[in-house]
């Protein structure tokens, strides 16, 4: 049993190494998703946007192909039009959302480091959807505030929002999100199984940055499954998205 178990903590050691955000143990599996399903459907702009991500020393921000495939074909499904994206770093989910959304839907779009951003830009542009999206440099929360005392007055609610930002401010996102989206539209968390630190004991040997937030994305985690207010998905896509449908 002992050698089984170095065995396995070899491979997912293995698994860390390689860069890439999905949470299958097997390299190998996560590959053939990728090359059979995910890249041969993938539109041109989001490769490009996608390779030249990759160059970026952040890199493991970034949304994950096969998460923004998902992300593409459930917007279709819902006939999403107005929608919220909070953390955007290059835009690769971004490209994900306008790609989908028709010629006249809206994403507000926030992040606190305009740069990045910019560094996706041109492929968006060049795809024809950038039309569909309003950038905000800074901190998302007091613009949240300011939208709550505007709801019911002159705000649309929101078919969809994707929240990929600071872990921190999850829980503190989600009690302004529920009421900004409309009832039997969605919230989508991302990060929530955080490198599959969540079903690790605490002082389990992990990355400084990982320990950190780990908590902060159990508390999240805890705070949806008992929220009356929602439906709820946990999905093991990319490293974890959380899917939250509001039924009152």
Same mark, same amino acid.
């Given at each position: 049993?002992?050698?089984?178990? !170095?065995?396995?903590?070899?491979?997912?050691?293995?698994?860390?190494?390689?860069?890439?955000?999905?949470?299958?143990?097997?390299?190998?599996?996560?590959?053939?998703?990728?090359?059979?399903?995910?890249?041969?459907? !993938?539109? %041109?702009?989001?490769? %490009?946007?996608?390779?030249?991500?990759?160059?970026?020393?952040?890199?493991?921000?970034s949304t994950s192909a096969d998460e923004g495939q998902f992300l593409t074909m459930l917007l279709k499904l819902m006939n999403a039009k107005n929608t919220m994206e909070i953390g955007v770093y290059t835009g690769y989910?971004?490209?994900?959302?306008?790609?989908?959304?028709?010629?006249?839907?809206?994403?507000?779009?926030?992040?606190?480091?305009? !740069?990045?951003?910019?560094?996706?830009? +041109?492929?968006?542009?060049?795809?024809?959807?950038?039309?569909? @999206?309003?950038?905000? %440099?800074? +901190?998302?929360?007091?613009?949240?505030?300011?939208?709550?005392?505007?709801? *019911?007055?002159?705000?649309? +609610?929101?078919?969809?929002?994707?929240?990929?930002?600071? *872990?921190?401010?999850?829980?503190?996102?989600?009690?302004?999100?529920?009421?900004?989206?409309?009832?039997?539209?969605?919230?989508?968390?991302?990060?929530?199984?955080?490198?599959?630190?969540?079903?690790?004991?605490?002082?389990?040997?992990?990355? *400084?940055?990982?320990?950190?937030?780990?908590?902060?994305?159990?508390?999240?985690? *805890?705070?949806?499954?008992?929220? +009356?207010?929602?439906?709820? /998905?946990?999905?093991?896509?990319?490293?974890? @998205?959380?899917? /939250?449908?509001? @039924?009152?």
């Amino acid at each position: 049993m002992a050698a089984n178990g !170095e065995e396995n903590q070899s491979q997912i050691g293995r698994h860390q190494e390689v860069g890439h955000k999905s949470l299958l143990q097997s390299d190998d599996l996560y590959q053939y998703i990728l090359e059979t399903s995910v890249y041969p459907r !993938e539109p %041109e702009p989001m490769k %490009e946007l996608r390779e030249l991500t990759a160059k970026h020393p952040w890199n493991i921000m970034s949304t994950s192909a096969d998460e923004g495939q998902f992300l593409t074909m459930l917007l279709k499904l819902m006939n999403a039009k107005n929608t919220m994206e909070i953390g955007v770093y290059t835009g690769y989910s971004l490209l994900a959302t306008a790609l989908a959304l028709p010629d006249d839907g809206k994403i507000l779009a926030m992040d606190i480091n305009k !740069e990045n951003y910019e560094l996706g830009l +041109p492929v968006i542009q060049k795809a024809g959807v950038a039309h569909k @999206i309003e950038f905000g %440099e800074g +901190p998302a929360m007091p613009v949240l505030d300011e939208m709550l005392t505007d709801v *019911k007055e002159t705000m649309d +609610p929101y078919d969809f929002i994707f929240v990929d930002a600071d *872990k921190d401010n999850y829980i503190n996102y989600h009690k302004r999100l529920i009421d900004l989206v409309k009832v039997g539209g969605i919230i989508g968390y991302d990060n929530t199984l955080w490198n599959g630190s969540v079903a690790q004991p605490a002082d389990a040997p992990m990355r *400084k940055y990982v320990r950190y937030y780990r908590d902060f994305v159990l508390e999240l985690n *805890k705070a949806l499954a008992a929220d +009356p207010r929602i439906d709820i /998905c946990m999905l093991p896509v990319g490293d974890g @998205i959380t899917l /939250c449908r509001r @039924i009152k």
